[in-house]
Nanobody, 124 residues
């Protein structure tokens, strides 16, 4: 497994932007696909975006396409989620995930390593 630590959450007005980061420990970062999930109060954790080991394959939830961008820096063992045009419905705790899986894996059960989460609040 890999240890993950998210950062970059906060409070932002609707229409604003935030950039989340997820730092991974270990020497096998490039063995893992990386994903972002989110969980709003009273709702199940849902898929947001995923990126394969090289960054050449991406997958996004329909709700964030065109607004969010996932990327990774393998030299720094870090994955990012750039979030633009934020909406109040984007308010959630955002979690970073890692596993040796496909970017098409949108179920939480497919991902074995998780961070502790970072809170994003979008005010209207």
């Amino acid at each position: 497994q890999v240890q993950l630590v998210e950062s970059g959450g906060g409070l932002v007005q609707a229409g604003g932007s935030l950039r989340l980061s997820c730092a991974a420990s270990g020497r096998t970062f490039t063995s893992y696909a990386m994903g972002w999930f989110r969980q709003a109060p009273g709702k199940e954790r849902e898929f947001v975006a995923a990126i394969n080991w090289s960054g050449g394959r991406l997958n996004y939830a329909d709700s964030v396409k065109g607004r969010f961008t996932i990327s990774r820096d393998n030299a720094k063992n870090t994955v990012f989620l750039q979030m633009n045009s934020l909406k109040p419905e984007d308010t959630a705790v955002y979690y970073c995930a890692a596993d040796r899986t496909s970017v098409a894996a949108t179920s939480t059960r497919t991902w074995g390593s998780w961070g502790q989460g970072t809170q994003v609040i979008v005010s209207s």
